[in-house]
């Protein structure tokens, strides 16, 4: 098991950058495939980003490619997201979760992760 605490979420205008972390513990990090997910009031949780387990693949979704960052360091146990230009449409509560590598690559979906954080707020001002 592995248990994730994000951090770095706040507030921001329009055009500006926030840099979100994520901290796992437990069981061996470099194990796991990570994603970061986001949840708008009254939307349903969305695929943000992902990163393979040694860290050589990312993926994006359309609405923050070119805009945002995933990595890791798996010798701190830490996944970070860059988030670059950010639009009013990026508010929301952002999720870092986990999946076994076991499982497969990244996953787009939230039911492909099997541990999550608790979730840091996002809000971008216009």
């Known amino acids: 098991q592995v248990q994730l605490v994000e951090s770095g979420g706040g507030l921001v205008q329009a055009g500006g950058s926030l840099r979100l972390s994520c901290a796992a513990s437990?069981?061996?990090?470099?194990?796991?495939?990570m994603g970061w997910f986001r949840q708008a009031p009254g939307k349903e949780r969305e695929f943000v980003a992902g990163?393979?387990?040694?860290?050589?693949?990312?993926y994006y979704a359309d609405s923050v490619k070119g805009r945002f960052t995933i990595s890791r360091d798996n010798t701190k146990n830490t996944v970070a997201l860059q988030m670059n230009s950010l639009k009013p449409e990026d508010t929301a509560v952002y999720y870092c979760?986990?999946?076994?590598?076991?499982?497969?690559?990244?996953?787009?979906?939230?039911?492909?992760?099997?541990?999550w954080g608790q979730g840091t707020q996002v809000t971008v001002s216009s």
């Open positions: 990163i393979s387990w040694g860290g050589g693949t990312t």
């Open positions: 979760a986990a999946r076994p590598k076991s499982r497969g690559g990244i996953s787009y979906v939230s039911r492909g992760y099997d541990y």
């Open positions: 437990g069981r061996t990090f470099s194990s796991y495939v």
